[in-house]
């Protein structure tokens, strides 16, 4: 029988039976986009993140770590049994609400390092409706909405999970910088690429907002194609209007320009914007 599905012909992964021992604080699991990463940080010294915003600019090399200090306070919050879980590459969902930034782009990237699925979110009242559907565990939050988050932890703690976390980005980046040299790319612990990766909550057209859940592969190969079929180069910049918490603002501005390496230059806007991976200029209007 003929294969016409492109998601398919993906390669079957299956999962292990055994944790993976080649895990650690310096180390980042086996996926295309950390290698990705991992290679800038070693060979360029442009910026990687311009948020205006909040005036903070990082290199890739800064990025990365800061990822690695986020992804490791996260993991250290969890409970025995999401840890397990997460080592076996079973499905754990965590929450993100936090505009277009440099704690959005750490927290995104911490996520996927985590092996979890991300569950990007906005403020609204349907918030614990969102983190009941998707079971999610934990919800990081931008420093302005870490009273929002707390809020939603007492009432899943109240309602499913006494073990929900909420967590606030800030107090967990911008460390001391771990050298690229001393960061390494897992022997044994490979992210599911066919598995969940990316959960999105779309209006839908009657009833509560609708659940699409996104194959980890999206996160790397969607990237890989826009940015072919752009041919996009390290000078290129993308000003982009949709809110991060949609596909779209995921999907076609943030990874493709991760995977290029385009340096950002993003000018003063009073509208959300997304560009050159991900150095957005957020507004009081950005979800």
């Known amino acids: 029988m003929e294969v016409t599905s492109t998601e398919a012909r993906l390669p079957v992964q299956r999962r ?13 699991p086996n996926f295309p986009v950390f290698n990705r990463l991992l290679y800038l940080a070693g060979n360029r010294t442009s910026l990687a993140i311009n948020d205006v915003t909040y005036g903070h600019k990082a290199t890739y090399g800064q ?6 200090h986020l992804r490791n306070a996260i993991f250290r919050s ?38 979890a699925v991300l569950v990007p979110i906005s403020p609204l009242e349907e918030a614990l409706y969102f983190a009941d559907t998707c079971q999610s565990v934990a919800i990081l939050c931008a420093s302005r909405y870490a009273d929002f988050g707390q809020s939603l932890a007492k009432k899943v703690h109240a309602t ?11 107090p967990e980046i911008c460390k001391l910088l771990i050298p690229h040299t001393d960061i390494v790319v897992s022997s044994d612990h490979y992210l599911d690429y066919s598995g969940p990766g990316l959960t999105i909550f ?18 790397d190969m969607k990237a890989k194609a826009i940015a072919d079929w752009y041919g996009l180069q390290e000078t290129d910049v993308v000003l982009h209007t ?4 949609h596909a779209t603002g995921i999907g076609i501005t943030f990874m493709p320009f991760c995977h290029e390496a385009s ?11 997304l560009g050159a991976c991900i150095p957005p200029r957020s507004s009081d209007r950005d979800f």
Do not use: W
């Open 16 to 28: 292990p039976t055994q944790p993976p021992k080649h895990v650690g604080d310096n180390i980042l």
């Open 63 to 68: 990025l990365l770590s800061d990822v690695l």
């Open 78 to 115: 969890l409970d025995v049994s999401c840890k397990s879980s997460l080592l076996r590459g079973e499905k754990v969902s965590i929450n993100l609400l936090a505009p277009g930034g440099y704690e959005f782009a750490t927290a995104f990237l911490a996520t996927v390092g985590l092996g």
């Open 160 to 170: 499913r999970n006494p073990n929900f976390i909420s967590m606030s980005i800030r």
């Open 202 to 219: 779309t209006s839908g057209t009657s009833g509560p907002p609708k659940c699409a859940v996104k194959r980890r592969s999206f996160i």
């Open 242 to 245: 949709l809110p991060v918490h």
């Open 263 to 273: 340096p950002p230059n993003i000018p003063e806007s009073p509208r959300p914007l």
